[in-house]
C-alpha cells in the first residue's frame, strides 16, 4: 500500500485514533497518580465526549481507508458505521457512570487502571468491527474485542462465579473464532482474496465449488453468531452474564451485540449483495440462501431465548435469556433482507440500548443494597424501594414491547418490516415470542409488588446520582414511546451513504 494512501487514511480513522491515545493515558494515569479511582472515570467520559465528536464529523463520509491496488479499502467509512459507533460511545458512557456507582467492583479498585484500559480495547475492537470490509481484519476486530471482554468477565478475582464465567467464555470464544478462521481460510482458497468488495465481484463471475463456498460461510458465521449470542453459538450467554461484574453484562448485551450485527450486516450487504430491486429488497447473490438461514437462526434464537427465560431464579440469567431472544428478533427483521428491515434494526438498537442498560442499571442498585440477583429476594422491593420498581417496571415493560414505551415502537417496526415482505409465518412466530416474554418479565414485577417480603423493611433511600440515572433512562423509554420521531428520523439517515 503506497504511502499517500496510508496517509490519506488517517483523518478518516480519528475517532479510533482518539481512543487508541486515551488508552495510553488511561495506562500512564494509573502509573503515575495515587487517586487513580477518582481520576480515571472523568478522563475515561471526556476522552469517549472527544470520540463522539470525531464520530459525528465523519457521519456524513462516504469513504473507504486503506486502500490497495484495486481500489478497494480495509475499512469503511459510512453513516451506517457511524450509527453503530454512536452506539456504542454511548454505552460505554452509561457504563462508565454505572461502575462509578457499583459495590460489586469496589474490591477491584487496585486494578480499577486495567479495568479502563479493557473497556477501551474493547471499544476500538468493536469500531474495526462496525467498518471491517476485509476478512482479516474483520477477525482481528473481533479477537480484540474477544480478549478484553474474557478478563472483564473474570475480573472480580474473589468471586468462583466470575472466574468460571470467564473460563467457559474463552473456552466458547475461542472455539468460535478457530472456527470462522477456519472459513475464512476456505473463503480465501476459493477467491484469492480476504476483501469483501473483491469476493463479492469474483462470486459474480466465477461459478466456484458451491459446497465449500456454502462450508466457508456458515464456518464464518460462528465467529459471529458468538458475538451476538444466536442458537447455538449461544451457551456461553447465561453462564457469563449471571457470573460477570453486572457492568460487564450490561455492555456486552449491548455494545458487543450491536458490534456483532453491523459486522453480520456489512457481511452480507457488502460481499453478497448485487442491487436493490423495485420492491425495495435485496437482491442477494445465489451462492449462499442467506434469508432461509436467517429465518431459521431467528425462530430457533427467539424461541429458545425466551423459553428458557420461564425457568429463570436469577435476574441476570433471566436478562441473558432475553438478550437472545433480542437477538432472534433482530436475526428476523435482517432475514428480509431490505432497507425497511435493516431500518427496522437500527431503530431496534437505539431504543434497545436504552432499555436493556435500564434494567441492568436497576439490578446494579438493588444488588448495592441487598447483595443478592436472586428473585426469591426481590419480594416486596417494589414497596421500599418504590423508585427502582417503578423504573425496572417501565423497563421490563417496554423489553416486552408493550404501548407506551419505546419498545413496542421497535417491535413495531420490525413487525411492519415483516409484513411488508409477506413473511407472515415469522412474524407470528414473533408475536408469539412476545407472548411468552411477557410472562418472565411480568413474574418480576409480581416479585417485586405481590410478594410479602421476608421481613419488614423500611423505604430505602439511594443516593441522588442512582436516583437521576434510573428516572432519566425510563423517562427516556416512555418519552420515545411517544415521540419516536428523532429515532426513525437517525435510523434512515444512517442509511443514506451505506455501501460504495
Partial sequence: MPLTYFF??????????????????????????????????????????????????????????????????????????????????????LVILFSIISKELHDSMDRIGEYYTLIFGMILGMFFMVSATNLILLYLSIELVSLSSYVLAGFIKTSTRSAEASLKY???????????????????????????????????????????????????????????????????????????PTTITAYLSVASKAAGFALLIRLIKTGFFLETSTLGTWVILPSFYWQDFLVLLAILTMTLGNFAALWQSNIKRMLAYSSIAHAGYLLAALAVLSDQGLIAILI?????????????????????????????????????MPL??????????????????????????????????????????????????????????????????????????????????????????????IYFSPVINWAKNSLSLFGF
Fill in 170 to 244: 474463552l473456552i466458547y470464544g475461542a472455539s468460535s473464532t478457530g472456527i470462522m478462521l477456519f472459513g475464512i481460510s476456505i473463503m480465501y482458497g476459493l477467491t484469492g482474496s480476504t476483501n469483501l468488495y473483491e469476493i463479492n465481484y469474483l462470486l459474480q463471475v466465477t461459478a466456484g465449488n458451491k459446497f465449500l463456498l456454502n462450508l466457508s460461510l456458515i464456518l464464518i458465521f460462528a465467529g459471529i453468531g458468538y458475538k451476538i449470542s444466536s442458537v447455538p453459538f449461544h451457551f456461553w450467554t447465561p453462564d457469563v452474564y449471571e457470573g460477570a
Fill in 388 to 481: 427502582m420498581g417503578v423504573s425496572l417496571g417501565v423497563f421490563l415493560i417496554s423489553l416486552t414491547g408493550l404501548p407506551p414505551t419505546a419498545g413496542f415502537i421497535g417491535k413495531l417496526y420490525i413487525f411492519l418490516a415483516l409484513l411488508d415482505a409477506k413473511m407472515i409465518v415469522l412474524s407470528v412466530i414473533m408475536v408469539l415470542n412476545s407472548v411468552v416474554s411477557l410472562y418472565y418479565y411480568v413474574r418480576v414485577l409480581k416479585h417485586m409488588f405481590l410478594n410479602k417480603p421476608k421481613e419488614e423493611v423500611a423505604q430505602v433511600k439511594f443516593p441522588l446520582a442512582e436516583n437521576i440515572y434510573a428516572s432519566v433512562l425510563a423517562v427516556a423509554v416512555i418519552f420515545f414511546g
Fill in 8 to 93: 490519506n487514511s488517517l483523518p478518516l480513522l480519528y475517532p479510533e485514533i482518539a481512543i487508541s491515545v486515551l488508552i495510553a493515558v488511561i495506562v500512564l494515569a494509573d502509573l503515575i497518580t495515587s487517586k487513580v479511582e477518582k481520576v480515571l472515570p472523568y478522563i475515561s467520559l471526556i476522552g469517549l465526549a472527544v470520540a463522539f465528536y470525531f464520530v459525528l464529523d465523519n457521519y456524513n463520509a462516504n469513504a473507504m481507508a486503506f486502500l490497495n491496488d484495486t481500489g478497494k479499502g480495509m475499512v469503511a467509512v459510512d453513516s451506517f458505521g457511524s450509527f453503530f459507533k454512536m452506539i456504542i460511545l454511548i454505552s460505554s458512557f
Fill in 348 to 384: 431496534y438498537f437505539a431504543i434497545y440500548m436504552v432499555m436493556n442498560l435500564g434494567a441492568f442499571l436497576v439490578v446494579i442498585i438493588i444488588r448495592n443494597k441487598i447483595n443478592s440477583e436472586e428473585l426469591s429476594d426481590y419480594d416486596g422491593l417494589g414497596y421500599s
